[in-house]
């Protein structure tokens, strides 16, 4: 079946009231975004509370357009349809039986038809039209049988100024157009965890900027690269990203050289959160996202969340927060990020890790030890804010 | 500035050269198999080749054939060597410090069922030719020792092992990997009893993607590669003629001036290790003096982390190579600094710097004084 419309399906934009439109033109905008860069040229239109996808030019590629409209967020289905005029029963029968002999060459199956009358003026209500079709069909292929409870097959019918005849609906990612909930800055490392917690963050509809923490030459260009490569995965998703760079060098050893070594992490995580919470700041971000995942690793306790929490006043979202590794794993091969996170370049976390880091860390205590950095970090602080290098990635 | 100190890993090509595969890949661009005029231009490099290689090696031009390099020709070598004397016998030997182009291929052998002896080395890196005596047995089919190791710059005693080997059965093959070792000294395959030797162009300051393989004349030996029957079906494949034009001019090149460049890579090689080790807790890995290679030196750096020094060299625009691949979660410990015993505080701890023609004095004194800035800095921040 050569499909020449598609029908897209979405949920919790159709629950926003007044803000409806806001959302349908986000999803719009994003789905020609992601339209861009397939084989042939389409229409994106909104008719009747409906967006459909019509296909302009004689060739396109299936599978590449529905994979392209599957990294659209706000998108739940995909219905390739086949669309006929409002013509009069007889020969909307005859369609329906077309179609369901092409798309369907194995006839041993159940079905059901399932008809939508949006336009009332048609000849007949839902209720007729699943009976006649439905009898039509079995006519034209005795060997089906109906279930009206657990079909192999619905066949939907949708009367509207058009005719929509499909049967399959092909999984969207869910979630709200990018644009339609402000702009986040996450904490991109080279891990697994956190380009998840970016795709996660944007699928609520959250644009994203990220910040990754250089510490050459103790992490090379290569880990660099690596991150700059992530980025670039999930802005398939999350549409593009300014990846702040931030040379991270001299805090750490400044916090190497006079904190207590079991703290070293801990001081660490602050002065990023507190540096990426000024970029946010200065880039009209909302909030911060990190791919933080409780009890993970010694940084990570509830305890020491709670430390590194505390020099932020923005929302710190955590996506991750309630996943198991296996899970976040499962996710980023979903949107094709492990193999590059398991790419085995030092990021600047793994530099200096103590051997038994605080995991109940004492914000009092911790407060103290910062102290110690005192003489100089005022300085090494705006130089780090001043290194920033905007990496435009689309 | 850029100071570049890892010529084993490749090296700038000769301009003349560049400018040589340029003029091959735009002018001169037919099929050496072609029967017109073009085809005849094309394989004029081909034959050009094959006589400068012959005079090199001192060998008969059909002894040379034309492979995408070091590894291809390793691979041929052994694998092609293997298959087609295993009536003989299924014993092969080699060394635990060969480059993985002959390591990887001895493992694809063993699957096949083929028994691989590995020889280790002394602390110098070098294969005791009485170790190789003791493992050969009768039904030893080949025998397959690097010439020059490209981490620590060991030569092996190919001469004194040929000899052994043909002493024991003339028909065991000797296969050598020159691929650090040609262009930096004389090979005489005839002389020193070598059925099969690999060379690689992009070391020797040519085109990268281009090798030779010298098999000597009757060496029983299957292709391992299908097609249109070129190279007289051993290496079957268009040949990659702009690339063997380029790799025969820098050939030419290195060896119209080889005692001239050692001697300089040598004295160069003894400059820097004098002033290197004047740092503190710094060693030397392999032989130091004249009885190694002369372009390549492994330096040990006692409590710095190799992969950092590299990055802070890296940042001052000097570029090397760390002597053992060590990567976070996947320590892959290099065989040749296990196998010369390096104290295991040090296998992370080590960096190969390779010289070339191209390298002068001041770039030598430059990367001293670099050293000298960077090491004390590095160890202040050791991981504790």
């Known amino acids: ?394 | 500035m850029e100071i570049y100190l890892d010529n084993s890993a490749t090296t700038r090509a000769f301009p003349e050269v560049a400018e040589k595969v340029a003029k091959v890949m735009t002018e001169d661009y037919g099929n050496p198999s072609s029967m017109h005029m073009k085809g005849v231009d094309a394989e004029k490099y081909i034959k050009e080749a094959k006589s400068i290689f012959a005079g090199i090696l001192k060998v008969n031009e059909k002894e040379i054939f034309f492979t995408s390099g070091g590894t291809e020709s390793d691979n041929l070598a052994i694998i092609g060597s293997a298959l087609a004397n295993q009536r003989a016998g299924k014993h092969i030997i080699t060394s635990s410090i060969e480059h993985p182009a002959v390591l990887e291929s001895m493992k694809y052998l063993e699957s096949l069922g083929f028994e691989v002896t590995y020889l280790g080395t002394n602390k110098e890196g070098v294969v005791e030719p009485d170790e190789l005596k003791k493992a050969l047995r009768d039904d030893t089919i080949l025998v397959s020792i690097m010439h020059t190791n490209n981490e620590i710059g060991s030569l092996q005693r190919i001469s004194d092992i040929g000899v052994i080997i043909k002493d024991h059965n003339p028909n065991t093959l000797f296969h050598v990997d020159a691929v650090q070792g040609f262009g930096k000294a004389k090979i005489l395959p005839k002389k020193m009893n070598i059925d099969m030797l690999s060379i690689s162009s992009h070391k020797i300051h040519g085109p990268k993607g281009v090798g030779v393989l010298y098999i000597a004349d009757k060496t029983k030996i299957h292709n391992i590669s299908f097609g249109g029957g070129q190279q007289g079906n051993m290496r079957s494949g268009t040949e990659n003629v702009p690339g063997i034009a380029g790799m025969a001019l820098a050939a030419k090149m290195i060896y119209a001036k080889l005692d001239e460049e050692c001697e300089n890579l040598y004295s160069l090689k003894e400059r820097f290790i004098e002033e290197a080790t004047k740092i503190p807790d710094v060693t030397v890995n392999g032989p130091v003096g004249r009885e190694g290679a002369p372009h390549i030196v492994s330096l040990s750096f006692r409590g710095v982390r190799a992969e950092v020094l590299l990055h802070a060299l890296e940042d001052k625009g000097i570029y090397v190579s760390s002597g053992s691949a060590c990567a976070t979660n996947h320590p892959e410990i290099s065989k040749t600094l296990k196998a010369i015993d390096l104290d295991k505080d040090l296998l992370d701890s080590t960096i190969r710097f390779s010289f070339s023609v191209f390298t002068t004095g001041e770039e030598i004194d430059e990367t001293v004084k670099a050293l000298n800035d960077i090491v004390p800095m590095l160890r202040k921040y050791a991981r504790r």
């Open chain 1, 1 to 394: 079946m050569n499909y020449r419309t598609f029908l897209i399906k979405y949920a919790e934009i159709g629950l926003k009231g007044k803000n409806r439109y806001v959302f349908e033109d986000a999803l719009v905008k994003q789905i020609n975004r992601a339209l861009k860069h397939c084989e042939g040229s389409f229409e994106v239109k909104r008719t009747e509370g409906r967006v459909t996808i019509d296909v302009t030019s004689d060739d396109y590629d299936f599978d590449e357009t529905i994979a392209a409209l599957q990294t659209v967020f706000g998108i739940t289905g995909i219905c390739p349809v086949v669309v006929v005029d409002k013509v009069p029963y007889a020969e909307l029968s005859k369609e329906v039986v077309k179609y369901f002999d092409e798309v369907y060459p194995d006839k041993n199956k159940t079905f059901k038809v399932f008809a939508r009358r949006a336009h009332k003026d048609y000849e007949m209500d839902s209720m007729e039209l699943n009976k006649e079709l439905g009898h039509d069909i079995l006519e034209a292929f005795p060997e089906l049988t109906v279930d009206v409870h657990h079909p192999d097959i619905q066949i939907t019918v949708e009367v509207r100024n058009v005719i929509y005849i499909y049967s399959e609906i092909l999984p969207g990612p869910g979630g709200m157009p990018l644009g339609t909930n402000g702009k986040a800055m996450l904490l991109l490392s080279g891990g697994i965890d956190s380009p998840v917690a970016g795709y996660m963050i944007a699928k609520r509809g959250v644009v994203i900027d990220a910040v990754y923490f250089h510490a050459p030459p103790y992490t090379s260009e290569r880990a660099k690269q690596k991150v700059v490569d992530l980025a670039r995965l999930i802005s398939k998703y999350t549409g593009p990203i300014r990846l702040h760079v931030i040379n991270f060098t001299d805090i750490q050893l400044a916090i190497y050289e006079k904190c207590p070594h079991e703290e070293l992490t801990i001081i660490m995580r602050r002065y990023m959160m507190k540096i990426a919470e000024d970029l946010a700041k200065a880039n009209d971000c909302q909030a911060l996202v990190t791919g933080e995942s409780l009890g993970q690793v010694a940084s990570q306790t509830i305890h020491a969340l709670g430390v590194t929490n505390e020099v932020c006043t923005l929302p710190v979202f955590r996506p991750l927060i309630g996943f198991d590794k296996q899970d976040i794993i499962d996710i980023s091969e979903k949107i094709g990020t492990f193999e590059t996170s398991i790419l085995p370049f030092e990021d600047c976390c793994t530099i200096f890790v103590a051997k038994h880091p605080v995991t109940k860390p004492n914000l009092e205590i911790i407060k103290r030890h910062e102290e110690n950095l005192s003489e100089n970090i005022d300085e090494l602080y705006r130089k780090a804010i001043e290194s920033d290098e905007v990496i435009s990635i689309w």
